[in-house]
C-alpha cells in the first residue's frame, strides 16, 4: 500500500492550496479518508476525515469553514482544499486510511500512513 501526498508548498498568510494524496495498492472505496498534521515540536494532529462514500466529514474546530475534504474514488485519490492559511497551519501533512466500517475513524484505527507534504504559510 502506498499513500503519495503532494501539494504542499509556501504561500502567505490567506493564500491557498490543494493537497492531494494518490492511494494504491488498497481498494480505495473501502477506506476513510484522513488528514493529519504535525507541527515542530508537536504532536501529530487530526485535521479531516472522508467517509468512504463521500458522504460525511469531520474537521478540528480550527480548520472548520477554511478546510474543505474531498475524495474522487475513480482515481483513488483524497484532497485537501486549504483556504485563508494561517502561520499556524504551518505543518507537515500526512494522509492516513482507515478501514471503511469505522466512522468516525480514532487515530490508532488508520492502518496505513502516507509520507507527508509540508506546507509553510508566513506571516
Known amino acids: 500500500v502506498q499513500l503519495q501526498a503532494s501539494g504542499g508548498g509556501l504561500v502567505q498568510a490567506g493564500d491557498s492550496l490543494r493537497l492531494s494524496c494518490a492511494a494504491s495498492?488498497?481498494?480505495?472505496?473501502?477506506?476513510?479518508m484522513g488528514w493529519f498534521r504535525q507541527a515542530p515540536g508537536k504532536e501529530r494532529e487530526f485535521v479531516a476525515v472522508?467517509?468512504?462514500?463521500?458522504?460525511?466529514?469531520d474537521y478540528v474546530d480550527t480548520v472548520k469553514g477554511r478546510f474543505t475534504i474531498a475524495r474522487d474514488n475513480t482515481k483513488n485519490t483524497v484532497y485537501l482544499q486549504m483556504n485563508s492559511l494561517k502561520p499556524e497551519d504551518t505543518a507537515v501533512y500526512y494522509c492516513?486510511?482507515?478501514?471503511?466500517?469505522?466512522?468516525?475513524?480514532?487515530?490508532?484505527?488508520?492502518?496505513?500512513w502516507g509520507q507527508g507534504t509540508q506546507v509553510t504559510v508566513s506571516s
Open positions: 492516513a486510511a482507515a478501514p471503511g466500517g469505522l466512522w468516525v475513524p480514532e487515530v490508532n484505527d488508520y492502518d496505513y
Open positions: 472522508i467517509r468512504w462514500r463521500g458522504d460525511l466529514r
Open positions: 495498492g488498497l481498494i480505495f472505496s473501502n477506506y476513510n
